[in-house]
């Protein structure tokens, strides 16, 4: 009950940080403290998976940049255009030569200290910075290649909780039983996993959405 498993660190966490928003948009320059508070974690060995705390400050300063500037965010996205898809490739291109380069994806997930993903100082501290400031960049820039007008997957993405909530067990089953196709045929693998990721995905919303529409239709008629 205190360490949230995998995905479900995020309901734990986006609780917390709707508690701590009234706090923080009262105090002056509120994103640099939010930042210096993310950074500082990093050297308190406690602040780990327990009660997610080390993922809800170190991801708190891009959930109060959303709050803050969602507007602005929003025009400048529009106004990007097609360079958001540029700016993606080229934050996934920089990944891919990291992690080829033999860099650790562990402060990507922000769970734990500096103390268990390096033995210097300063330096994971100025990584957690970079990393926060090119996540914030690559959202805006995912943002920009999301069509404005209604179409027919519309309706489907206002129903993002339910597929959050149980494509990890799909997601887990499915690396239980295909861990060796996934090393040997890495392309068709991912191929496939965007179908099947699809397929999930669409069937939880459209699932969801004739269920709540029916309930709410025989609420209207009670």
């Known amino acids: ?5 995998w995905l479900l660190w995020f ?13 923080f948009i009262r105090i002056r320059f509120p994103i640099i403290v939010s930042v210096a508070i993310a950074i500082a974690a990093g050297f308190v060995d406690f602040i780990d998976h327990t ?6 400050l170190v991801f708190f300063p891009a959930f109060l940049v959303g709050h803050i500037y969602r507007n602005h965010i929003e025009s400048f996205a529009n106004k990007l255009g097609s360079l958001g898809a540029y700016g993606l490739v080229l934050f996934a291109g920089a990944a891919g030569y990291l992690v080829a380069q033999g860099a650790s994806v562990a402060p990507l997930y922000g769970s734990v200290g500096y103390s268990y993903t390096s033995d210097q100082f300063l330096m994971p501290a100025f990584h957690r910075l970079v990393i926060g400031l090119a996540s914030i960049a690559a959202a ?5 290649i999301i069509p404005r007008h209604k179409g027919f997957f519309t309706s489907l993405g206002s129903w993002t909780l339910p597929i959050f909530l149980l494509h990890g067990f799909v997601v887990v089953g499915f690396w239980t039983v ?5 090393q040997a045929y890495g392309v068709l693998f991912l191929l496939l996993s965007g179908a099947l990721g699809f397929a999930i995905a669409y069937g939880v919303a459209s ?4 269920y709540l529409n029916g309930w709410v239709k025989h609420q209207s008629m009670r």
């Open 1 to 5: 009950p205190l360490a949230p498993f």
């Open 11 to 23: 309901l734990l966490s986006l609780a917390t940080w709707r508690l701590m928003l009234p706090v």
């Open 51 to 56: 009660l997610s705390l080390s993922r809800t």
């Open 140 to 144: 805006i820039s995912f943002l920009s």
């Open 178 to 182: 295909t861990p060796v196709a996934a």
């Open 207 to 210: 699932l969801a959405s004739a």
